[in-house]
């Protein structure tokens, strides 16, 4: 048995969270074919695990609660997509602000999991936040222009308290995430 892992960033501002819920709707009414992420499972993923043993669980656990940073504030901004326009696979919104303190915490975590065997990852750390995934390419012209007129959109901006070492669930109807522990701070 083994646990489906991630380590992010949740959205904890509900202000915040509003805006990029209005975004998803508005990126919905193109008629794309798009799967949103749920309202409850909107976050920031610094790294994807993948399905771990118990033991190796435990032990990131330990590097998560580990983590100590200043509280640092992130700003969401603008609307993109990956790979490129052309054939877009996942709509996402910027993260910017405070990146020095984001890149600290980052690279803290990833030296503890370094040390667990991790590899490093190839494609090096790009913060965004997933709002949607793109299905097919219906109505990708809509889409498409939909992503242009949201390129400099101000979505908001929130205070970082929290690393959290989450569980996914895979079910029918999409993930379940569970927090399995979070860092702590240096101050307030």
Same mark, same amino acid.
């Given at each position: 048995?083994?646990? @489906?892992?991630?380590?992010?960033?949740?959205?904890?501002?509900?202000? /915040?969270?509003?805006?990029?819920?209005?975004?998803? &709707?508005?990126?919905? &009414?193109? +008629?794309?074919?798009?799967?949103?992420?749920?309202?409850? !499972?909107? &976050?920031?993923?610094?790294?994807?695990? +993948?399905?771990?043993?118990?033991?190796?669980? =435990?032990?990131?656990?330990?590097?998560?609660?580990? $983590? @100590?940073?200043?509280?640092?504030?992130?700003?969401?901004? +603008?609307?993109? /997509?990956?790979?490129?326009?052309? %054939?877009?696979?996942?709509?996402?919104?910027?993260?910017? #602000?405070?990146?020095?303190?984001?890149?600290?915490?980052?690279?803290?975590?990833?030296?503890? *999991?370094? !040390?667990? #065997?991790?590899?490093?990852?190839? %494609?090096?750390?790009?913060?965004?936040?997933?709002?949607?995934?793109?299905?097919?390419?219906? !109505? %990708?012209?809509? *889409?498409?222009?939909?992503?242009?007129? *949201?390129?400099?959109?101000?979505?908001?901006?929130?205070?970082? =308290? &929290? $690393?959290?070492?989450?569980?996914?669930?895979?079910? @029918?109807?999409?993930?379940?995430?569970?927090?399995?522990?979070?860092?702590?701070?240096?101050?307030?």
């Amino acid at each position: 048995m083994t646990d @489906r892992c991630f380590i992010s960033i949740d959205i904890d501002d509900p202000v /915040v969270k509003k805006r990029l819920i209005d975004i998803q &709707h508005t990126i919905q &009414h193109t +008629g794309a074919d798009i799967k949103n992420v749920e309202e409850e !499972n909107i &976050h920031i993923t610094l790294r994807f695990l +993948g399905e771990i043993p118990p033991e190796t669980t =435990e032990k990131v656990t330990q590097i998560i609660k580990n $983590i @100590r940073f200043i509280p640092f504030k992130i700003i969401f901004q +603008g609307v993109g /997509v990956f790979p490129n326009l052309n %054939r877009p696979n996942v709509v996402w919104t910027g993260v910017s #602000g405070e990146m020095q303190e984001l890149m600290a915490a980052f690279s803290e975590m990833e030296k503890g *999991l370094k !040390n667990l #065997g991790f590899e490093p990852e190839r %494609r090096g750390f790009q913060p965004h936040l997933t709002l949607c995934r793109v299905r097919s390419g219906k !109505n %990708r012209s809509q *889409l498409t222009e939909a992503i242009r007129q *949201l390129e400099n959109t101000e979505v908001g901006e929130m205070t970082v =308290e &929290h $690393i959290r070492l989450k569980k996914s669930v895979l079910t @029918r109807t999409g993930p379940i995430y569970s927090t399995i522990a979070e860092s702590s701070i240096l101050v307030k």
